[in-house]
T-cell receptor, first 114, second 112 residues
């Protein structure tokens, strides 16, 4: 069985500051891990995914995430926040290739302060 | 290419009425998912199909909910009768081998 925990339902950062959104997972099999972003009144858009290749994954809009098996973590980072990054971010886990039951975290709402 | 297309985008209905949400997946995708998003429960997987066949419907909340996929390019999620607690955003998503799922923009349902 898989589960995802996102620490912090709301995160505020200043424009230009580091963005760090935390995600810890639990999986009985090697997981596939994902970060999605949701802008107001829109669906979820894939930011990046980990599928057992490189542990440091680069995504769109300057985001990246590092898979750390020892810590069961997949935190999302961006060196410098932009106002347009304000959105809700979801971490998700699936049980690997052939398993399509994605489990989503409860989301982290990112606020960027001018 | 067109993404996942959902209709209606917004619906307001009275309690007890039947609600039908529609979804057209991305062409060539053989997996289709229905999710529900609420403030209280977050994003929940209701049901998913593979090659038009329901694979896992364990997330469907109760018998009032039903989903069908009569062909590869169309799916419906029906609620009958609707209740105020069904108010939520319902997302359809689709995928092919590779495990990335693509979401539609959602159907915003309000039951009064």
């Amino acid at each position: 069985a898989q589960s995802v925990t996102q620490l912090g339902s709301h995160v505020s950062v200043s424009e230009g500051a580091l963005v760090l959104l935390r995600c810890n997972y639990s999986s009985s099999v090697p997981p596939y891990l994902f970060w999605y972003v949701q802008y107001p009144n829109q669906g979820l858009q894939l930011l990046l995914k980990y599928t057992s290749a490189a542990t440091l994954v680069k995504g769109i809009n300057g985001f990246e995430a590092e898979f750390k098996k020892s810590e069961t973590s997949f935190h999302l980072t961006k060196p410098s926040a932009h106002m347009s990054d304000a959105a809700e971010y979801f971490c998700a886990v699936s049980g690997g290739s052939g398993t399509y039951k994605y489990i989503f975290g409860t989301g982290t709402r990112l606020k960027v302060l001018a | 290419d067109a993404g996942v297309i959902q209709s209606p985008r917004h619906e307001v209905t009275e309690m007890g009425q039947e609600v039908t949400l529609r979804c057209k997946p991305i062409s060539g995708h053989d997996y289709l998912f229905w999710y529900r998003q609420t403030m209280m429960r977050g994003l929940e997987l209701l049901i998913y199909f593979n090659n038009n066949v329901p694979i896992d419907d364990s997330g469907m909340p109760e018998d009032r909910f039903s989903a069908k996929m009569p062909n590869a390019s169309f799916s419906t999620l029906k609620i009958q009768p609707s209740e105020p607690r069904d108010s939520a955003v319902y997302f359809c998503a689709s995928s092919s081998i590779g495990n990335t799922i693509y979401f539609g923009e959602g159907s915003w349902l309000t039951v009064v």
